[in-house]
């Protein structure tokens, strides 16, 4: 019995890390060139790191980038209330 | 009710309504992102919705990288103004004219630093602009590489908060930006994301100080 809950145990392990590794590849496609679109914007890179965050994380970098004020400039002119 | 909500959601592939509502909010965030950056607004919504497609979202992916390496149309309005036509060699560098500035700016105080060759330059944007020569003429403005490939001068620096561009003099030499040549007839370039400046046989790293 304890070794049929071992093995069911290092299963469950094994799964969990697969998950998480194919998470972070995938995460490490969009994270590259966010950063570099974070550069560019005038923010630090390191804030392409929130695609590490399950599920929310693509949002929350675009809502940097879409809500925030570029600190490097804007190529639309700020219009009022926007 | 004869608009059955259930069936069009279907018939997009989309298996709820908190899915549209992300779709939608994504296509927005993603046009703003697109505006800003000098592209028009559709094109970034459409490379959201391109995730409705058979393919899925492997083309917004590869957008994405498109995106983030190719030249945007805002830093050459950015630049624009202050193109110079080249100059001939032995000529006084025609008067530097600064960046214009960005229009909101929470401005990075840190300078910048181009080293390589065995020298490192130091510079902010206390000036609008310096002159990259290989051998000094007296300026105040001026950034001295020592080598023999390097002209007199040879490429401006210009400076704005948080930004940089560079202009090619045109110099025999040649000047590189990340491996790729800048001529002169290209005016100021927006390196403020470059990593390495090639000026002659003079390899320079560029990062903040």
């Not at chain 1, 399950?54 to 804007?74: N, R």
């Amino acid at each position: 019995m304890m070794t049929v809950i071992g093995w069911l145990i290092g299963l469950s392990m094994f799964a969990l890390m697969a998950i998480l590794v194919v998470h972070v590849l995938f995460a490490l496609l969009l994270i590259v060139p966010s950063w570099r679109i974070f550069e560019r914007a005038g923010y630090s890179g390191l804030l392409s790191l929130f695609h590490l965050v399950p599920a929310i994380g693509p949002f929350i970098v675009m809502a940097i980038l879409a809500f925030g004020d570029w600190p490097t400039g804007e190529g639309r002119p700020k219009q009022a209330g926007s | 009710m004869g608009f059955d909500v259930a069936a069009v959601l279907g018939l997009f592939g989309l298996t709820s309504a908190f899915a549209l509502v992300a779709l939608v909010l994504a296509g927005w965030m993603c046009w703003r992102i697109a505006e800003k950056a000098g592209l028009p607004g559709w094109a970034g919504a459409a490379a959201i919705l391109l995730t409705l497609t058979g393919i899925g979202s492997l083309i917004s992916l590869i957008l994405l990288w498109v995106f983030a390496f190719m030249r945007w149309p805002r830093d050459s309005v950015a630049l624009a103004g202050a193109a110079h036509a080249p100059m001939p060699s032995g000529m006084a560098p025609p008067a530097p004219t600064a960046l214009p500035p960005p229009p909101r700016v929470l401005a990075d105080r840190r300078g910048w630093m181009l080293s390589g060759g065995g020298v490192t330059l130091r510079f902010d944007d206390s000036r609008a602009a310096y002159t990259l020569t290989g051998v000094a003429a007296g300026g105040p403005d001026e950034l001295v590489l020592a080598d023999p490939s390097v002209g007199q001068p040879h490429a401006r620096l210009l400076t704005a908060a948080g930004r940089i561009g560079l202009q090619d003099l045109g110099s025999p030499g040649g000047t590189y930006i990340d491996g790729a040549r800048l001529l002169p007839a290209h005016g100021p370039r927006d390196i403020t994301a470059a990593r390495t400046l090639t000026l002659g046989n003079v390899e320079l790293a560029l990062s903040r100080t």
